[in-house]
């Protein structure tokens, strides 16, 4: 693996709230060791995805020799700085392809992407400016423009641009990345994606976080009951007319 282990130094940590969120104090005392080309990270809202993520791709980046063109956008203020406290365990040097995506941050970087990018090779790499197009579309063809490159791919909620069948289009895209010996960390609410083919999946949640089963996921269950009778769960929604 790329990216073999997750750990925490508490000692580096500079603010107490972290431990809150019980995936990041569960790092502290039990690291998390990735053994999967894919690892799929689902929960509900609040449950520490984007923060585990957004801390990841930070301390990564900032392992990377040089560089990376276009590997992250730019952090946000709202970003914490868990990324000091995080320690990974993986190859080094790291290969230096990948990226991380997230949504809210996803125009920032493809717009960075366009200024910088040579008059007219826009189109030879991705078809067209990247911001001239869909959310969705723009996503798939910067991820498809970097496919060759081995490295660790950090995908944070991608679904949000994506209808059903380019999530279908993105896990063709993730096994080609795995094919040619690269990594994928995805923290999803998708059912869809989170069926990719052996995939490890990792819940978080009021426990922590454990590894699960597509089968055994609560968001697959509501999602097949909601689908099958919509209305045993609208009716507790609405007023009845």
Same mark, same amino acid.
């Given at each position: ?14 603010? *107490? ?32 995805? *984007? ?92 991820? *498809? ?66 590894? *699960? ?29």
């Amino acid at each position: 693996m790329i990216l073999q282990q997750i750990s925490l130094d508490l000692e580096k940590a500079s603010d *107490s709230w972290y431990l809150d969120i019980p995936v990041v104090a569960q790092l502290a005392e039990q690291p998390l060791a990735l053994d999967a080309p894919v690892t799929v990270i689902v929960g509900e809202n609040g449950s520490g995805k *984007s923060t585990l993520l957004e801390a990841i791709a930070a301390s990564w980046a900032a392992r990377l020799r040089g560089a990376v063109k276009h590997w992250t956008p730019r952090a946000g203020d709202e970003d914490s700085d868990l990324h000091w406290a995080v320690r990974l365990q993986g190859e080094f040097p790291p290969p230096a392809g990948g990226c991380f995506l997230r949504a809210e941050a996803m125009h920032q970087l493809f717009t960075e992407v366009d200024r910088n990018t040579p008059q007219g090779i826009p189109h030879q790499v991705f078809g067209g400016a990247l911001n001239a197009r869909s959310h969705g579309e723009s996503f798939l063809a910067f991820l *498809s423009s970097r496919d060759t490159e081995r490295g660790l791919f950090i995908l944070d909620e991608p679904e949000a641009a994506l209808s059903f069948n380019s999530c279908l289009q993105l896990m063709v895209l993730m096994d080609t990345l795995v094919a040619d010996g690269s990594q994928v960390l995805l923290a999803t609410h998708s059912p869809v994606l989170a069926a990719f083919p052996g995939a490890t999946i990792v819940e978080l949640g009021e426990h922590g976080r454990r590894v *699960s089963t597509w089968e055994d996921l609560p968001m697959v269950g509501h999602w097949r009951q909601f689908l099958s009778a919509p209305e045993t769960y609208l009716r507790h929604l609405f007023a009845s007319g």
